[in-house]
C-alpha cells in the first residue's frame, strides 16, 4: 500500500513554455502533499506544502506565481512549473501524508529539463 | 528554523558495520527520519524516531538523543546494493520534512 505515482517521469521543454506534473496517491487519501526539488548532489528542498482544498504554503524564495500548485482533491495535486526558464531544470518529487501521519510517501520523481 | 548536518561522504566494506551521524537544530521537532536515495531516485523510507533510544529493523538501525540534538544511522552487514546516499531528515511542526545534504556511502568488496 502507500503507493504515489508522478506524471511524467521525465520532461523537455523550451524556455518560455509551461510544464504541467501531477502526483497522485494511489491507494490512500492524502490531505497533505508536498512539493520538493533537488539539483545535482544536493539534497532535497521544500518548495511548498499543500492541504487539499486550500492554498499551497510556499516556502521563503520560492515564486507561488512560477510554481504554481493546486491541491484539489485527496488524491491529486499538480505543480505547474510557468514561463520555464534552464536554471528551473531539476528533479521535482512530491510526497504525500495521510490525516495525522507522520510518514511522507514520496513519488518516483519528474526529471525535468528545459532548453 | 532548522539546521542539519551530516558527513558529505562515506566508504565502507561489504559485510562491515558502518555508522552515519547526524546533528540537528530545530525550532519545532517533531520526529527525525532517515532515509536512502539511490541516484536518479526518489527516497525510500528507512527509520523514524520520536523518543530517544534505540530502532532496529533488520539490518538498519537508527538512534536519536533529544538532548543532544544527535542521531544515527547503523548499518550491519554491509551488501553492495547499501550503496547510495543517505538522507537524514527533521520532521517539522507543519509536517513538512526539512532535509540534510546527505551522505553519499559507497559500499566496496
Known amino acids: 500500500g502507500a503507493v504515489v505515482s508522478q506524471h511524467p517521469s521525465r520532461v523537455i521543454c523550451k524556455s518560455g513554455t509551461s510544464v504541467k506534473i501531477e502526483c497522485r496517491s494511489l491507494?490512500?487519501?492524502?490531505?497533505?502533499m508536498f512539493w520538493y526539488r533537488q539539483f545535482p548532489k544536493q539534497s532535497l528542498m521544500l518548495m511548498a506544502t499543500?492541504?487539499?482544498?486550500?492554498?499551497?504554503?510556499?516556502e521563503q524564495g520560492v515564486e507561488k506565481d512560477k510554481f504554481l500548485i493546486n491541491h484539489a482533491s485527496l488524491t491529486l495535486s499538480t505543480l505547474t512549473v510557468t514561463s520555464a526558464h534552464p536554471e528551473d531544470s531539476s528533479f521535482y518529487i512530491c510526497?504525500?501524508?495521510?490525516?495525522?501521519?507522520?510518514?511522507?510517501?514520496f513519488g518516483p520523481g519528474t526529471r525535468l529539463t528545459v532548453t | 528554523g532548522q539546521n542539519i548536518d551530516q558527513p558529505t561522504e562515506m566508504t565502507a566494506t561489504e559485510g562491515a558495520i558502518v555508522q552515519i551521524n547526524c546533528t540537528y537544530q530545530?525550532?519545532?521537532?517533531?520526529?527525525l527520519f532517515w532515509y536512502q536515495q539511490h541516484a536518479g531516485e526518489a527516497p525510500t523510507f528507512l527509520s523514524y524516531?520520536?523518543?530517544?533510544g534505540l530502532e532496529e529493523k533488520g539490518r538498519f538501525s537508527s538512534f536519536l538523543s533529544r538532548s543532544k540534538g544527535y542521531s544515527y544511522l547503523l548499518l550491519k552487514e554491509l551488501q553492495m546494493k547499501d550503496s547510495a546516499s543517505y538522507l537524514c531528515?527533521?520532521?517539522?511542526?507543519?509536517?513538512?520534512?526539512?532535509f540534510g545534504k546527505g551522505t553519499k556511502l559507497s559500499v566496496k568488496p
Open positions: 510526497s504525500a501524508a495521510e490525516l495525522d501521519s507522520y510518514e511522507q510517501y
Open positions: 524516531n520520536v523518543l530517544d
Open positions: 531528515a527533521g520532521g517539522g511542526s507543519q509536517g513538512n520534512l526539512i
Open positions: 499543500s492541504n487539499e482544498g486550500s492554498k499551497a504554503t510556499y
Open positions: 491507494d490512500f487519501q492524502a490531505t497533505t
Open positions: 530545530t525550532s519545532g521537532f517533531n520526529g
